[in-house]
């Protein structure tokens, strides 16, 4: 494994070690590397290898590197953030003072926002059927874009924005003009009996 590997995807693997006179020994160490994954020509090899020396780089893991550690980190971030501001929209979505002015129209546009934003959480994921070349090895791991993220977030934040400022010029309005009481059947004969 190399340093950037999780270590639940870390597995002990056994080292092949050249006799004295295999032709193999004769390869370079990358080409080794390439041809027989796993072989040495000796031991003293295996307790010396530094990830940080290119020569060495072939007997570590070549898929998590740093980059791809990075971008996990940041996702782990940014899922926090993400769970934080999906709560706060469907709090505001399940406020029984706003239920009543959020239209179908304005739920469906929040609630494809929200599905938007956690199908773009997932960039960078790999889906091993998918990744895979025809051998079925993965060459390498996509790397998370928290751009895609921060877009979708401010796209939600923006949306939500805009729909509960509305109703809440809505509800101000209706207290400023609230519905006359209605008149119970009889009430308006009485009174034109009464009128001049």
Not at 94 to 118: F, G
Not at 153 to 175: H, P, T
């Amino acid at each position: 494994p190399g340093p950037y590997c999780p270590e639940e995807g870390r597995a002990k693997a056994s080292a092949i070690l050249l006799p004295k006179n295999s032709p193999y020994r004769l390869l370079s160490d990358q080409d080794l590397a390439k041809y027989l994954p796993g072989a040495v020509k000796n031991l003293d090899k295996l307790a010396s290898l530094d990830y940080s020396d290119p020569n060495d780089r072939p007997y570590f893991c070549p898929l998590h590197t740093k980059e791809w550690y990075e971008g996990e980190q940041q996702r782990q971030i940014m899922s926090e953030q993400v769970a934080a501001l999906i709560a706060q929209v469907k709090s505001s979505m399940a406020n029984p003072n706003y239920a009543p002015k959020l239209t179908s129209e304005r739920n469906n546009r929040l609630n494809k926002a929200i599905d938007k934003l956690e199908e773009v959480l997932q960039n960078g994921k790999v889906k091993v059927d998918n990744q895979s070349d025809e051998t079925g090895v993965l060459e390498s791991l996509p790397i998370f874009d928290p751009k895609i993220v921060e877009t979708e977030m401010d796209n939600l934040s923006n949306i939500a924005k805009d729909i509960f400022d509305a109703i809440e010029k809505e509800l101000e309005l209706d207290k400023q003009n609230p519905d006359p009481e209605p008149v119970s059947p009889g009430e308006d004969d009485e009174t034109n009996e009464n009128a001049p």
